[in-house]
C-alpha cells in the first residue's frame, strides 16, 4: 500500500528531501562506501537505503539521522530550525512584541523595586542586589564612600 505523504507532501519538499537523498549519494560514493555496507552500518536493508538515495518520504528519520553520523555529520539535524536561524519564527516573534511598555505603579513614584535582583540581570551591570534598608552605597572598587 503507497503511503499518503507521496500525495500530501508539498513539491517543494519532495524536492528538498530528493536533493537530500543525492547528497547522501554522493557524500556515500566520495568516501568510497558500498551501499550494502553503508545500509549495514545504518541498520537498514540495501533496498531502504536506496529509498534514502531516492528521497523518500516514508522512510524513518533516524535512518536519515544515522547516514549523517556514518558520513560525519552527526549535529546536521540539531541546526535546523535552531532558535537563532529560525527566521519565519524570529518573525513572528516581532509581531507579537508590545508596540508600548507600561512602567509599573512603583517605578512612576519614584520607590526602589522591592524584592531580589531579576536572574538574567549579570552582578557586574553595578546595581546594589537589594535595595531594602541599605544606606551605604559603595564606589566602583567595591570600598565604601565613608572614610
Known sequence: MKSLSHDILPLVTRRS???FGRNLRIARIRRRLPVA???ERCGV?????RRIEQGDP???IGAWAMALFILGD????SGVLAPGV????MVMDESRLPRRVRSRASERSGEP????MPTWLPAEAGLPTDTRGSTDQTDDEGGSDAT
Open 74 to 77: 552527526a549535529t546536521a539535524l
Open 86 to 89: 529560525d527566521e519565519v519564527g
Open 113 to 116: 523595586i522591592q524584592g531580589p
Open 37 to 39: 555496507s553503508m545500509a
Open 58 to 60: 516514508t522512510v524513518a
Open 17 to 19: 528531501l530528493k536533493e
Open 45 to 49: 536493508s540495501v533496498a531502504t537505503w
